[in-house]
């Protein structure tokens, strides 16, 4: 009998915030959104910032990039918005549910490789390698190396992502690579810096929308399963409780204690939009 897949949380939790995202939200992207000064920070515009997000990566493809490969292509809409504006588009998906999302948005459109980046192996060259908020989850010295290998001549890598910025405290909201390692690790490579845009400001406010989220849906169906379980199964509720303290000391940090904002994200994390291009 095979050895089952093990689940990995943060694919999960991808899972999970699309499912929120199209019903909260009415989108099926899974990145942050890109607010500009005269768009309203509120939960109703969040589809609109998204989009704002997904043209300004239209905007800062080079010239002469025609195939792209899309490195953890979420639910597939922004590879389905790359393929209607005319690039030849592959995909790198590495979870099976969300696979299925994209092979239902896009079909046959698209190649998709249904593995981990570090995993992928495949003849296929491509003019330019695109991590949208995907850059974080694969190690440096495995995804830059890794692209260079499936880059054409010239070829150009585009990432838009955050990273962890050199700062006393512990940031609430995990995830990104240290900014200036990344910096030492890609100065050692044949790729040179052709834009480095800082859009922190600009993304920072789709932190607020989830906090809002949390606030007013998550904590109280939170609080209110625990409370049902403390009352009819008071034992049970408190081994559980002890098994998994550590975890629910992390959630409670993250989520309860209303420090994932805006600010917050802006103090530890630097959001950037970076295109190199092979020397």
């Not at 089952?4 to 694919?11: N, P």
């Not at 440096?140 to 190396?145: A, E």
């Not at 309860?256 to 805006?262: D, G, H, P, V």
Request: proline residues 4%; negative net charge; contains cysteine.
């Amino acid at each position: 009998m095979p050895k089952k897949r093990k689940v990995d949380f943060k694919e999960i939790g991808l899972d999970v915030g699309l499912i929120l995202a199209k019903q909260f939200y009415k989108t099926e992207y899974l990145h942050y959104g890109y607010w500009t000064d005269e768009l309203e920070v509120d939960a109703g515009n969040v589809y609109q910032a998204q989009e704002n997000y997904a043209n300004l990566i239209l905007e800062h493809i080079p010239d002469g990039v025609k195939s792209i490969l899309d490195v953890g292509c979420g639910a597939g809409k922004f590879a389905e918005k790359l393929l209607d504006a005319g690039y030849e588009v592959d995909c790198v998906s590495p979870s099976p549910n969300l696979t299925r999302h994209v092979k239902a948005l896009i079909g046959d459109r698209s190649r998709i490789f249904e593995c981990g980046y570090e995993d992928l192996n495949t003849d296929r060259r491509y003019d330019m390698i695109l991590f949208s908020e995907s850059f974080q989850y694969i190690p440096v010295k495995s995804s830059l190396p890794q692209s260079i290998r499936f880059l054409n001549p010239k070829g150009f890598i585009l990432i838009c992502d955050f990273f962890r910025k050199d700062v006393e405290g512990t940031s609430p909201i995990g995830g990104g690579h240290d900014l200036k390692e990344f910096y030492d690790y890609v100065s050692t490579l044949e790729l040179d810096l052709i834009e480095d845009m800082d859009i922190t400001k600009e993304t920072a406010p789709s932190i607020d929308i989830v906090d809002d989220f949390l606030t007013q849906t998550a904590v109280p169906i939170y609080n209110l399963i625990f409370y049902a379980l403390e009352n009819n199964f008071p034992r049970l509720t408190a081994f559980i409780k002890w098994k998994f303290k550590k975890r629910f000391e992390k959630i409670d940090y993250k989520y309860l204690q209303r420090k994932t904002n805006a600010d917050s994200f802006s103090r530890f994390k630097s959001y950037h939009l970076l295109v190199y291009k092979m020397r």
